[in-house]
């Protein structure tokens, strides 16, 4: 297996000493922002040490802190106020050099003799800093000290500030523009003419401010900021308020001065700027709120849906929350370079491409889908994490599951055909449960301490879980009760930080005030055994065989890997019964105590003769088993007229029956769920096909490469076989949304099965579009995926380097993206290889922002998944410093292992995560990594001889090849 490239030692320095020469000649440009280097540097040695500097004799003394739990949360000494923060990047090839000046006025809350702030990866120049205010004539800077581990900056001063004393710091300092994707950062494109074009961003969440600037860089630190950005006169700037005015350089006559408008107290992770040559795109306005979208050149047809329905979710939201936007504009901006999806800066909100432009005939249905679900979730950020903020990263779901829970019902307001209802249930439910359902999960309310841990919080937990919990307490409340209590909560702690409790205070006394049934408990109560525990519920519904309108009702914990002596926990549950979709009248509602012990219900069942179901339309975050006897008469109407159960319990039955056989809590197990499947025959609805495909699709990557994984293929494919007779490759431009996405379905599965016809036209159009690949009539943009994927199967270098062609020539990300999926469609080893390569290598087809996508395309290629690996752990080191950290390479250890079903590959990973260890910050990606991995082992060891069984008896006359 290759390696990555290592540069001898003597290059290295060689391109220090040139680097350093052209720091120096940029100083010399703008000596008045670069006064003299400082006594010590900030290095990026990771040992744990404090590096002291005395101003008066410039001595840098190191000291090594003995090891033990290092608290990475700053004293509360000062409260800031304002931030002055002056800043003139360097965006030229070969000089990304950040001249910066800040001022910070705060407020002084005890007596103490020294200030600590955050820095990092920035040189302070020491002899400009600065403390005044009145009664501090004299007081000097004694010396400085920085902590290069928890990245505190701590000013030592010649005498004592008493409580309650205002004062302001001041001090100059070098940055660098780096190329990490956080901080103020590097980002660039290619213009018409194949010219490389350089802009300056930034990304502050969750810890990266102080790599901008010397700032107290926490949540619940919140302040002013008045912000002036130095940029050239052929270049535009803007940030989170509109420019006040625009004044010359001094000394700098290609330069100019953008002074901004000070904004409102707001958290330093949510302040933003981007500085480049992009394009204005103005939207209609959202009231008194002037809107735009910023794109590179060449690319202001693709923000046109994004103009178009900003304004409205915008308006949205006001109503909602019934709290008008407090800012005057909303610019959002589409980046080239951006590590997340995008951030919600307040006032400019950041994008990855994909999510906010769409090309009509190049993007997909799913990619207009997904610029309308992000826009809606940062736009509602706005309130719900800028407007009040949580007081520390433990509570980041506070802010993620709320945007996540709101963003549905946003998109709702401008595409009510795209039914986000049902698309909740797949993309946030259904989708977390995988996750949630490992015992290495974690609660939505988590401790984090240092800045590792604080990045892996943002996962699926605090986005989808969060949300859909707050979706079930919509469910109990009563989405106007959950509006109004939401509306005081956000008014009472305006351009402030708050905590769970606070919030579920509010929610208690709008629930109280409407006389809401909560079983004699509280909002507080309920949600904390949501919010502190791991997991979910599996709900046992049993009728009683000698009295069938008597039902008992338990609760276990779910696990997916069941193992001897796991801890149980029990929650509040909010129960729902119905067995006639067709009358309201007939849905029961009931709690379930947090204990094992069942609760029996004889007033539930109006015909005991007919089946019931729990959890109507989904609300409740838990999974439901029955007795056998219910299970039976559910079948038995799916299978004679499956449209009497509403669609999103359909799309759960078909959920949790091949989840609770997976995890072993079905009786039957896979005999069960396969037979409650079999109905699919008959389905025409998107929801229930597109939650048996994800499902088929992990056991068949499970059972890849064996007799039963050919079998399940057939299977499979006989009972799509009427989709794709209805639908085959041709949209109408009649389709509607779910009908587009069902078309995809249908083709798919065809082509994913080796159908012969599918194969066949599936090259044939890829044949007829690559002759002519700007033609967007040759190719339907949604099954672009799967002709491109069939097409690199069954194809070889020629059609490999074609897509990389096509790739490289686009103009649309989101293409960009379908076609790098495709790619990694080839078995062609050298082929992959050479995908891993570009996923680390500067100046490579795959931009750094795009390498996870290649971890995760590799799962599903049976040969990819083990070169994957192997390649992460030969280039640990390179993956690190390419990335900026090691998390990143755990984060796609993860990706790439989640099919591995080997003990072989499971001793790989306990192997690597024992060397690996030290080097990280928290293990956990790593842990959930292993047991996955644990339990496909172990499910393949239970369930293969069952499935295969299955399969063999009951796949009917298989639709051949």
């Given at each position: 297996?290759?390696?990555?490239?290592?540069?001898?030692?003597?290059?290295?320095?060689?391109?220090?000493?040139?680097?350093?020469?052209?720091?120096?000649?940029?100083?010399?440009?703008?000596y008045?922002?670069?006064p003299?280097?400082?006594g010590?540097?900030?290095?990026?040695?990771t040992?744990?040490?404090?590096?002291?500097?005395?101003?008066?004799?410039?001595?840098?003394?190191?000291?090594?802190?003995?090891?033990?739990?290092?608290?990475?949360?700053?004293?509360?000494h000062f409260?800031?106020?304002?931030?002055?923060?002056?800043?003139?990047?360097?965006?030229?090839?070969?000089?990304?050099?950040?001249?910066?000046?800040?001022?910070?006025?705060?407020?002084?809350?005890?007596?103490?003799?020294h200030?600590?702030?955050h820095?990092?990866?920035?040189?302070?120049?020491?002899?400009?800093?600065?403390?005044?205010?009145?009664?501090l004539e004299?007081?000097?800077?004694?010396?400085?000290?920085?902590?290069?581990?928890?990245?505190?900056?701590?000013i030592?001063?010649s005498g004592?500030?008493?409580?309650?004393?205002?004062?302001?710091?001041?001090?100059?300092?070098?940055?660098?523009l780096?190329?990490?994707?956080?901080?103020?950062?590097?980002?660039?494109?290619?213009?018409?003419?194949?010219?490389?074009?350089?802009?300056?961003?930034?990304q502050?969440?969750?810890?990266?401010?102080?790599?901008?600037?010397?700032?107290?860089?926490?949540?619940?630190?919140?302040?002013?900021?008045?912000?002036?950005?130095?940029?050239?006169?052929?270049?535009?700037?803007?940030?989170?308020?509109?420019?006040?005015r625009?004044?010359?350089?001094?000394?700098?006559?290609?330069?100019?001065w953008?002074?901004?408008?000070?904004?409102?107290?707001?958290?330093?992770?949510?302040?933003?700027?981007v500085?480049?040559?992009?394009?204005?795109?103005?939207?209609?306005?959202?009231?008194?709120?002037?809107?735009a979208?910023?794109?590179?050149?060449?690319?202001?047809?693709?923000?046109?849906?994004?103009?178009?329905?900003?304004?409205?979710?915008?308006?949205?939201?006001e109503?909602?929350?019934?709290?008008?936007?407090?800012?005057?504009?909303?610019?959002?901006?589409?980046?080239?370079?951006?590590?997340?999806?995008?951030m919600?800066?307040?006032?400019?909100?950041?994008?990855?491409?994909?999510?906010v432009?769409?090309q009509p005939?190049v993007?997909?249905?799913?990619?207009?889908?997904?610029?309308?679900?992000?826009?809606?979730?940062?736009?509602?950020?706005?309130?719900?994490g800028?407007?009040?903020?949580?007081?520390?990263?433990?509570?980041?779901?506070?802010?993620?599951?709320?945007?996540?829970?709101?963003?549905?019902?946003?998109?709702?307001?401008?595409?009510?055909?795209?039914?986000?209802?049902?698309?909740?249930?797949?993309d946030?439910?259904h989708?977390?449960?995988?996750?949630?359902?490992?015992?290495?999960?974690?609660?939505?309310?988590?401790?984090?301490?240092?800045?590792?841990?604080?990045?892996?919080?943002?996962?699926?937990?605090?986005?989808?879980?969060?949300?859909?919990?707050?979706?079930?307490?919509?469910?109990?409340?009563?989405?106007?009760?959950?509006?109004?209590?939401?509306?005081?909560y956000?008014?009472?702690?305006?351009?402030?930080?708050?905590?769970?409790d606070?919030?579920?205070?509010?929610?208690?006394?709008?629930?109280t005030?409407?006389?809401?049934?909560?079983?004699?408990l509280?909002?507080?109560?309920?949600?904390?055994?949501?919010?502190?525990?791991k997991?979910?519920?599996?709900?046992?519904?049993?009728?009683?065989?000698?009295n069938?309108?008597?039902?008992?009702v338990?609760q276990?914990?779910?696990?997916?890997?069941?193992?001897?002596?796991?801890?149980?926990?029990?929650?509040?549950?909010?129960?729902?019964?119905?067995?006639?979709?067709?009358?309201?009248s007939?849905?029961?509602?009931?709690?379930?105590?947090?204990?094992?012990?069942?609760?029996v219900?004889t007033?539930?069942?109006?015909?005991p003769?007919?089946?019931?179901?729990?959890?109507?339309?989904?609300?409740?975050?838990?999974?439901?088993?029955?007795?056998?006897i219910n299970?039976?008469?559910?079948?038995?109407?799916?299978q004679?007229?499956?449209?009497?159960?509403d669609?999103?319990?359909?799309?759960?039955?078909?959920?949790?029956?091949?989840?609770?056989?997976?995890?072993?809590?079905?009786?039957?197990?896979?005999?069960?769920?396969?037979?409650?499947?079999?109905?699919?025959?008959?389905?025409f609805?998107?929801?229930?096909?597109?939650?048996?495909?994800?499902?088929?699709?992990?056991?068949?990557?499970?059972?890849?490469?064996?007799e039963?994984?050919?079998?399940?293929?057939d299977?499979?494919?006989?009972?799509?076989?009427?989709?794709?007779?209805?639908?085959?490759?041709?949209?109408?431009?009649?389709?509607k949304?779910?009908?587009?996405?069902?078309?995809?379905?249908?083709?798919r599965?065809?082509?994913?099965?080796?159908?012969?016809?599918?194969?066949?036209?599936?090259?044939?159009?890829f044949?007829?579009?690559?002759a002519?690949?700007?033609?967007?009539?040759l190719?339907?943009?949604?099954?672009?995926?799967?002709i491109?994927?069939?097409?690199?199967?069954?194809?070889?270098?020629?059609?490999f380097?074609?897509?990389?062609r096509?790739?490289?020539?686009?103009?649309?990300?989101?293409?960009k993206?379908?076609?790098?999926?495709?790619?990694?469609?080839?078995?062609?080893?050298?082929?992959?290889r050479?995908?891993?390569?570009?996923?680390?290598?500067?100046g490579?087809?795959?931009?750094?922002?795009?390498?996870?996508?290649?971890?995760?395309?590799?799962?599903?290629?049976?040969?990819?998944?083990?070169?994957?690996?192997?390649f992460?752990?030969?280039?640990?080191?390179?993956?690190?410093?390419?990335?900026?950290?090691?998390?990143?390479?755990?984060?796609?250890?993860?990706?790439?292992s989640?099919?591995?079903?080997?003990?072989?590959?499971?001793?790989?990973?306990?192997?690597?995560?024992e060397?690996?260890?030290p080097?990280?910050?928290?293990v956990?990606?790593?842990?959930?990594?292993?047991?996955?991995?644990?339990?496909?082992?172990?499910?393949?060891?239970?369930?293969?001889?069952?499935?295969?069984?299955w399969?063999?008896?009951?796949?009917?006359?298989?639709?051949?090849?």
């Amino acid at each position: 297996m290759g390696k990555g490239v290592t540069l001898p030692k003597w290059l290295v320095i060689a391109a220090c000493i040139i680097f350093v020469g052209g720091m120096v000649a940029v100083g010399l440009c703008v000596y008045y922002l670069a006064p003299p280097p400082p006594g010590s540097e900030v290095t990026t040695d990771t040992t744990s040490i404090v590096t002291e500097t005395t101003t008066p004799t410039d001595i840098a003394t190191t000291t090594f802190r003995p090891p033990g739990d290092i608290n990475y949360r700053l004293p509360r000494h000062f409260l800031p106020l304002l931030y002055t923060v002056r800043l003139l990047p360097i965006i030229e090839e070969g000089d990304f050099t950040i001249f910066g000046d800040v001022t910070i006025d705060m407020v002084c809350n005890e007596n103490t003799n020294h200030i600590v702030l955050h820095i990092n990866d920035m040189d302070v120049h020491q002899e400009t800093i600065k403390v005044s205010g009145e009664g501090l004539e004299g007081m000097m800077v004694h010396h400085t000290s920085f902590d290069q581990i928890t990245q505190f900056f701590t000013i030592h001063l010649s005498g004592e500030l008493k409580a309650g004393m205002q004062l302001s710091l001041s001090m100059s300092y070098l940055a660098k523009l780096n190329d990490i994707l956080g901080g103020f950062y590097r980002s660039s494109y290619f213009d018409v003419n194949g010219n490389r074009r350089y802009i300056a961003t930034t990304q502050f969440q969750p810890t990266d401010a102080r790599r901008a600037f010397p700032c107290f860089d926490e949540p619940n630190f919140k302040a002013r900021f008045a912000i002036t950005l130095g940029r050239k006169k052929d270049m535009t700037s803007i940030s989170n308020m509109p420019i006040n005015r625009t004044v010359p350089h001094e000394n700098m006559p290609d330069y100019e001065w953008d002074i901004y408008e000070e904004s409102v107290p707001m958290s330093t992770y949510l302040v933003a700027f981007v500085i480049s040559d992009f394009v204005k795109n103005p939207a209609p306005n959202a009231g008194e709120t002037e809107v735009a979208v910023w794109s590179r050149p060449g690319a202001e047809e693709q923000t046109r849906y994004a103009t178009n329905i900003t304004s409205t979710v915008l308006e949205y939201f006001e109503e909602f929350f019934q709290i008008p936007y407090p800012l005057p504009k909303q610019d959002m901006i589409a980046i080239p370079d951006f590590g997340a999806g995008a951030m919600e800066n307040w006032g400019l909100i950041t994008y990855r491409e994909t999510a906010v432009l769409y090309q009509p005939g190049v993007s997909s249905a799913q990619n207009k889908q997904r610029v309308a679900v992000v826009i809606a979730h940062e736009l509602a950020h706005q309130w719900f994490g800028n407007l009040v903020t949580t007081d520390w990263w433990d509570l980041l779901w506070l802010n993620e599951g709320f945007a996540t829970y709101l963003e549905f019902k946003g998109v709702d307001r401008v595409e009510p055909e795209m039914k986000m209802e049902q698309q909740y249930l797949n993309d946030a439910i259904h989708y977390v449960m995988q996750l949630d359902g490992l015992n290495s999960s974690h609660p939505m309310i988590m401790p984090a301490n240092n800045p590792d841990e604080i990045n892996e919080l943002f996962d699926p937990i605090a986005y989808e879980k969060s949300g859909s919990v707050l979706r079930m307490m919509e469910d109990f409340l009563g989405l106007e009760v959950l509006k109004e209590g939401l509306t005081n909560y956000l008014n009472n702690r305006t351009y402030d930080t708050a905590t769970a409790d606070v919030l579920w205070e509010f929610l208690g006394d709008t629930a109280t005030k409407y006389s809401v049934d909560l079983n004699g408990l509280t909002v507080k109560d309920i949600l904390d055994t949501w919010s502190l525990q791991k997991n979910f519920p599996v709900v046992k519904v049993e009728r009683n065989p000698e009295n069938y309108t008597e039902i008992t009702v338990s609760q276990k914990r779910f696990i997916s890997a069941q193992f001897e002596g796991a801890e149980e926990y029990y929650w509040h549950v909010p129960l729902t019964f119905i067995q006639d979709f067709s009358n309201n009248s007939s849905l029961k509602r009931r709690w379930l105590s947090n204990s094992s012990e069942p609760a029996v219900y004889t007033d539930i069942i109006d015909e005991p003769n007919s089946w019931i179901i729990c959890n109507h339309k989904v609300f409740g975050y838990y999974r439901v088993d029955y007795d056998e006897i219910n299970w039976d008469l559910i079948q038995v109407q799916l299978q004679t007229n499956h449209t009497k159960i509403d669609v999103m319990n359909r799309a759960q039955i078909v959920d949790d029956a091949l989840n609770l056989a997976s995890a072993d809590y079905l009786n039957q197990t896979y005999k069960r769920a396969m037979d409650l499947t079999s109905y699919l025959k008959n389905e025409f609805d998107w929801l229930p096909w597109e939650t048996a495909d994800n499902n088929f699709d992990r056991l068949r990557n499970l059972l890849s490469g064996t007799e039963a994984g050919a079998l399940l293929n057939d299977h499979i494919r006989s009972l799509a076989l009427h989709l794709y007779e209805l639908y085959d490759f041709n949209e109408d431009p009649m389709d509607k949304h779910l009908d587009l996405f069902l078309r995809t379905i249908a083709v798919r599965i065809a082509c994913g099965t080796n159908f012969a016809p599918c194969v066949e036209k599936a090259k044939e159009n890829f044949i007829n579009w690559s002759a002519d690949p700007d033609n967007a009539e040759l190719i339907s943009p949604n099954l672009k995926p799967t002709i491109t994927c069939t097409a690199m199967r069954e194809g070889d270098v020629k059609e490999f380097d074609f897509l990389v062609r096509r790739y490289n020539s686009t103009n649309v990300a989101a293409e960009k993206d379908q076609l790098l999926s495709a790619m990694m469609c080839t078995d062609d080893i050298i082929l992959l290889r050479r995908l891993l390569e570009w996923s680390i290598t500067d100046g490579s087809p795959i931009r750094k922002q795009d390498a996870v996508f290649v971890y995760r395309g590799m799962a599903t290629n049976q040969i990819g998944k083990t070169l994957a690996l192997g390649f992460i752990q030969d280039n640990w080191e390179q993956i690190a410093s390419y990335t900026g950290g090691y998390l990143t390479a755990t984060e796609w250890i993860q990706s790439v292992s989640r099919y591995y079903n080997k003990q072989s590959e499971l001793d790989e990973l306990i192997r690597l995560k024992e060397e690996k260890a030290p080097q990280l910050g928290t293990v956990r990606t790593l842990d959930q990594a292993i047991e996955q991995v644990t339990a496909n082992v172990q499910w393949l060891e239970k369930h293969y001889q069952t499935i295969h069984n299955w399969l063999r008896n009951n796949s009917g006359n298989p639709v051949k090849n």
